[in-house]
């Protein structure tokens, strides 16, 4: 089995800060790519960002240049750094790792339970 855990949610103000982190946790050999998707109430779930397990990102148009993916593959961990947030980053957000290694064989489309981000004054 494996798990992916978010933390870091909250209340923020417009133009604030907020540093999402999401821990996978199992007998996990490897994670390919790993992301963050966000769902407002009554929209679709969307695309935050992504980063394979090489490093490479990929930013949706209305955080690019607000907020920053990175990972850690020893622990391993995905953050998201999110800058100057607006209401409209007001959502439940997701973490997701696309595909895992367990053993010899893979586990597809792993998600975590999400976490709360309120950007309000």
């Known amino acids: 089995q494996v798990q992916l855990v978010e933390s870091g949610g909250g209340l923020v103000q417009p133009g604030g800060s907020l540093r999402l982190s999401c821990a996978a946790s199992?007998?996990?050999?490897?994670?390919?790519?790993m992301g963050w998707y966000r769902q407002a109430p009554g929209k679709q779930r969307e695309l935050v960002a992504t980063?394979?397990?090489?490093?490479?990102?990929n930013y949706a148009d209305s955080v690019k240049g607000r907020f920053t993916i990175s990972r850690d593959n020893a622990k391993p961990t995905v953050y998201l750094q999110m800058n100057n947030l607006r209401p409209e980053d007001t959502a439940v957000y997701f973490c997701?790792?696309?595909?895992?290694?367990?053993?010899?064989?893979?586990?597809?489309?792993?998600w975590g339970q999400g976490t709360q981000v309120t950007v309000s004054s």
């Open positions: 980063i394979s397990s090489g490093g490479s990102t």
């Open positions: 997701n790792a696309n595909r895992v290694r367990i053993g010899i064989t893979w586990l597809y489309n792993i």
């Open positions: 199992g007998s996990l050999r490897s994670i390919d790519t």
